[in-house]
């Protein structure tokens, strides 16, 4: 059980089921059997949009990376002001490696 507030991350070996887990966790499809519960709810009686919303997410497929940087940023979230985009690439420790590109 994951308590509130509480950040954890997925990892493990390739072909653990990693991916598959995030994938049903954003409702990038539904289960074909079985439940998903947050907070005694069914996943899918929230919203998809603030269900994303507080999640993070670091795909490995290499067509999200065909976007800006900026759009790439906003994929976490949408309405995300460029003093927030620029404080995500701090925590990310990415600021300097993309100091000299523009943020859109």
């Given at each position: 059980m994951i308590e509130p507030n509480e950040k954890i991350a997925i990892v493990g070996e390739s072909?653990?089921?990693?991916?598959?887990l995030?994938?049903?966790l954003m409702r990038f499809y539904d289960p074909e059997f079985g439940?998903?519960?947050?907070?005694?709810?069914?996943?899918?009686?929230y919203k998809l949009h603030d269900l994303r919303k507080n999640m993070g997410l670091v795909m490995q497929e290499p067509t999200l990376f065909n976007?800006?940087?900026?759009?790439n940023i906003l994929y976490g979230k949408m309405d995300a002001k460029n003093e927030e985009i620029v404080e995500a690439c701090k925590i990310a420790n990415a600021l300097e490696f993309i100091e000299d590109k523009e943020l859109s």
């Open positions: 072909g653990q089921g990693k991916s598959t995030i994938q049903l439940l998903i519960l947050i907070d005694g709810r069914k996943i899918q009686q976007y800006t940087i900026k759009e």
